[in-house]
């Protein structure tokens, strides 16, 4: 497994990770999530993303199982909305109690990458977030301060706070608009990147064709309008990622690893042959420059 920098921590994080949302469902046993879990960790993952809100708490329940208090993984979760009302809120005072929780269904004392999870601009400029980040620290709870945005342009506005180590960001052959400004800034201020969805929600990697239905439940559907779009597009790229070793989808999670200022990609996997296929993907490099620019082709045509 190859290793990144996340931003100026100077920790090495690995260059896949594992997107931890769909950990704890009922479709499998608490086994299979835990077994999931320690063979990622088995084969050089370092870095796992969940949140509170990933099933209510099971997600983090199922990695405290799996990796307790390991000092060899770096353990990223988020403080997420209201539960109850839906609401943005994330308070100082609020961040330190929700922290409390996420320990002990970690079963760790500290969080690695502490996050709010994809917070409004109203919320970031209203509340005293900074506060809670830097109350949580002098506690010893948790290790870096990071932001999940929504957009390019929120992450551009928390670079200029300078009030993060990390930040979390969408990335991938659908969604490359954080290429044209967010890169340079954020090595410019040395904050790292977690890239989610390389994937984007599974359609890249080709199982759907134009036309088919998609199974419900399925996390596509949560791209609505744009879902059949990508599915489309998705069938536009394939002719490349036959070319590819590894097909479309070993292609996709490199277009989304070849940005050095992204610290690391963190696709979800449900099974072992999923995990498996994601981590063979670190290759220390990305995609080739002729492969970038015949996928830079295909997507002229969509607009």
């Known amino acids: 497994m190859h290793m990144r920098e996340l931003g100026n921590t100077g920790v090495q994080v690995s260059e896949v990770g594992l997107g931890c949302n769909r950990l704890g469902e009922s479709h499998a046993s608490d ?17 796992f993303d969940t949140s509170e809100s990933y ?3 099971r997600s983090e329940q199922m990695l405290g199982r799996a990796l307790g208090n390991r000092d060899d993984v770096l353990i990223a979760t988020k ?4 539960r109850e009302t839906g609401e943005h809120e994330f308070s100082a005072e609020r961040m330190v109690s929700q922290v409390e929780g996420s320990l002990r269904r ?67 052959i659908f969604h490359t608009e954080p290429a044209d400004s967010l890169f340079s800034a954020a090595m410019q ?28 439940g399925h996390r596509a559907l949560l791209d609505g ?28 999670l490199h277009f989304s690893l070849t940005p050095q200022a992204i610290s690391a990609i963190i696709p979800g996997a449900r099974t072992m042959a999923q995990l498996e296929e994601n981590i063979a993907a670190s290759n220390g490099q990305g995609l080739p420059e002729v492969l970038l620019r015949g996928i830079s082709a295909v997507r002229a045509r969509w607009t």
């Not at 403080?79 to 209201?82: G, K, S």
């Not at 201020?189 to 419900?216: I, S, Y």
């Not at 990508?230 to 097909?247: K, V, W």
């Open 55 to 57: 099933g209510w708490g």
């Open 106 to 172: 970690l079963r760790r004392d500290r969080i690695d990458i502490y996050q709010l999870h994809s917070p409004s601009r109203e919320a970031l400029e209203h509340y005293d977030w900074a506060e809670g980040f830097a109350r949580l620290k002098a506690q010893g709870k948790i290790r870096f301060s990071a932001v999940a945005v929504r957009d390019e342009a929120d992450a551009l506005w928390l670079l200029d706070q300078a009030l993060v180590e990390v930040l979390q960001i969408t990335y991938n």
């Open 79 to 82: 403080m997420c909305r209201v």
């Open 31 to 47: 086994a299979h999530w835990v077994q999931l879990v320690q063979r990622a960790a088995d084969l050089g993952v370092t870095i």
């Open 225 to 252: 309008d744009q879902m059949a779009a990508h599915i489309r597009q998705a069938e536009a790229l394939r002719p490349l990622g036959e070319t590819y070793q590894g097909g479309i989808t070993r292609m996709a």
């Open 189 to 216: 201020k040395g904050v790292g990147l977690l890239c989610r969805m390389p994937l984007a929600r599974g359609v890249l990697t080709g199982k759907f064709e134009a036309g088919q239905e998609v199974p419900d």
